[in-house]
């Protein structure tokens, strides 16, 4: 049950699991107090060498803290450095931390800039649907941050405009036979005109031939 330890190392495994909590409580209040989701790249690479370098002196006789605690200011004076070059060059911030980057644009999607991010086209559109989106008309610009997060602007009620639907299954009856005189998405792109019947359509802003019916629906509220 305790390894090749001695019961009585469970007093030192409390007193040391003690000094590193409180030394990763004070280290986390000097680096802020944004959410996880808020932290950049950066941050949490920090984050991570904080926790590494705290676990492993709590329950391991041979590692000492004081070592630990060499970590620890070394990673937070990285940090403090780092912060500053960051608040006294742009470039510098850019080449860290990344830039913003636009997803969707007058409701249709920003392919290029999309084909970079990490980010599933079921996880954008689960994304866009915890706001209340069930179509992209309905969407002026959606932004991935630099964080991860995605800030999205709307349409007024009164400015939506046909667009891509992204419910579930939305995408299930995709059709390149156009029968009848209607609305479409491209489901590549999400450019939305209306068609007539026709063999083939291709998109004028993607070239794919690939479409869906248009929703005009507005947004949930």
């Given at each position: 049950?305790?390894?090749?330890?001695?019961?009585?190392?469970?007093?030192?495994?409390?007193?040391?699991?003690?000094?590193?909590?409180?030394?990763?409580?004070?280290?986390?209040?000097?680096?802020?107090?944004?959410?996880?989701?808020?932290?950049?790249?950066?941050?949490?690479?920090?984050?991570?060498?904080?926790?590494?370098?705290?676990?492993d002196p709590m329950f391991y006789n041979d590692?000492?803290?004081?070592?630990?605690?060499?970590?620890?200011?070394?990673?937070?004076?990285?940090?403090?450095?780092?912060?500053?070059?960051?608040?006294?060059?742009?470039?510098?911030?850019?080449?860290?931390?990344?830039?913003?980057?636009?997803?969707?644009?007058?409701?249709?999607?920003?392919?290029?800039?999309?084909?970079?991010?990490?980010?599933?086209?079921?996880?954008?559109?689960?994304?866009?649907?915890?706001?209340?989106?069930?179509?992209?008309?309905?969407?002026?610009?959606?932004?991935?941050?630099?964080?991860?997060?995605?800030?999205?602007?709307?349409?007024?009620?009164?400015?939506?405009?046909?667009?891509?639907?992204?419910?579930?299954?939305?995408?299930?009856?995709?059709?390149?036979?156009i029968s009848v005189t209607d609305h479409y998405?491209?489901?590549?792109?999400?450019?939305?005109?209306?068609?007539?019947?026709?063999?083939?359509?291709v998109c004028s802003k993607c070239k794919k031939?690939?479409?869906?019916?248009?929703?005009?629906?507005?947004?949930?509220?």
């Amino acid at each position: 049950m305790m390894g090749s330890e001695e019961w009585s190392f469970l007093m030192e495994t409390a007193f040391r699991t003690l000094i590193m909590f409180s030394v990763v409580l004070i280290g986390l209040t000097i680096l802020g107090k944004r959410g996880v989701k808020q932290l950049s790249v950066f941050e949490l690479v920090v984050i991570i060498a904080l926790g590494s370098a705290a676990g492993d002196p709590m329950f391991y006789n041979d590692v000492g803290l004081l070592p630990a605690l060499v970590v620890f200011t070394i990673v937070i004076g990285l940090y403090e450095l780092v912060t500053y070059f960051v608040g006294q060059s742009k470039k510098f911030e850019n080449l860290l931390e990344g830039k913003p980057d636009l997803l969707i644009n007058e409701g249709i999607f920003a392919i290029e800039n999309f084909k970079k991010e990490a980010l599933g086209q079921d996880e954008f559109f689960a994304e866009l649907r915890l706001r209340g989106v069930s179509q992209l008309g309905q969407v002026q610009t959606a932004i991935i941050e630099t964080n991860g997060g995605i800030s999205v602007y709307f349409y007024p009620d009164t400015e939506v405009k046909y667009g891509l639907p992204i419910m579930p299954d939305s995408l299930d009856a995709q059709i390149e036979k156009i029968s009848v005189t209607d609305h479409y998405a491209c489901t590549f792109c999400g450019f939305t005109e209306e068609v007539e019947p026709t063999s083939k359509h291709v998109c004028s802003k993607c070239k794919k031939n690939t479409w869906v019916k248009a929703s005009k629906r507005r947004r949930i509220s």
